[in-house]
DNA sequence: CGGAATTTGTTCGTATGTATT
DNA sequence: GAATACATACGAACAAATTCC
């Protein structure tokens, strides 16, 4: 899913991965999506990487976060 | 300047610093700013939140970044 | 109420890649 | 080629907020 070879950014590929997941319905709105820690295992990235991933897709307005609790699909 | 006990974050701490520096016109618009390796020095801060402080720069429009060449005030 | 577990937030350190001068 | 500077990515640590028992 995630190629560390290629050009694109690993933050930028798994936010494709997580637009698309939005988009299909597949994360649903004002659900939670994966923890920091759950992406972070599941695509073999850092969590530095998770990190820069959700701060694209909050500025993005598809997801907000709820410090402690989780980060959530933003209803629409 | 920077109150490393304080309760409100270095970076964002560094971008009201930059913020001030740039509305007093003591960074000029189309010149650039001190360099991240100068701002961690003369703040004893980390390259990462320099970074930090220099991408909310950008995403508030206030400076631009010429890769390789360095951190420019936004003219307006 | 206390404490552990979960999750996000922030920070530091380091390394590699890329672009410009 | 060398120096400068930003971008990305890894690892690690501690703090804060929330939830559950």
């Not at 590929?13 to 004002?30: K, M, Y």
């Amino acid at each position: 899913m995630i190629d560390p070879e290629g050009p694109v950014p690993l933050y930028e590929q798994l936010a494709a991965i997580l637009r698309g997941q939005i988009e299909r319905g597949e994360l649903p709105p004002d659900r939670p999506i994966p923890s920091v820690a759950r992406l972070q295992q599941e695509y073999g990235l850092a969590r530095g990487t998770v990190l820069h991933t959700i701060r694209v897709l909050v500025d993005e307005g598809l997801v907000y976060v709820v410090p402690g609790k989780g980060t959530y699909v933003k209803a629409r």
